[in-house]
């Protein structure tokens, strides 16, 4: 096996995945909704800074902005599980910049936002 001699964590997409940077790509959003499943991402205002692609695929992207993640659940069990412990019928967090990371881009929701309640005061 020449891969297994050549080192761990050698392959050339894995190495280039693991160094990426943001890249020169960069789109202003106003009032877009990104839709995933029971989950909408509604980036009120911003800019979203794509990174390189591998491979010839863009595999993330960073947004620096303000927006609302918005989840209706899908089912009456998950539906009457939010209702009970959150007393809300949907779920609603507005945040300040957010990103998505390899190698869910851009087949599920963003993995990280972070919510104005989380961020330090000062």
Do not use: H
Not at 18 to 34: A, H, K, Y
């Amino acid at each position: 096996m020449a891969w297994a001699q050549s080192g761990a964590n050698s392959d050339p997409t894995y190495v280039a995945l693991r160094n990426i940077g943001l890249g020169s790509e960069v789109v202003q959003v106003t009032n877009f909704d990104l839709k995933r499943d029971a989950g909408t991402f509604r980036l009120n205002s911003g800019t979203i800074c794509f990174v390189p692609p591998v491979n010839g695929k863009v595999t993330g992207g960073v947004f620096v902005g303000d927006g609302v993640f918005l989840l209706t659940p899908p089912t009456e069990t998950e539906r009457k599980s939010l209702k009970f412990l959150s007393k809300e019928d949907e779920f609603s967090e507005k945040f300040e910049g957010c990103r998505r990371s390899p190698p869910s881009w851009p087949y599920v929701p963003i993995v990280r936002i972070y919510p104005r309640r989380w961020r330090a005061e000062g």
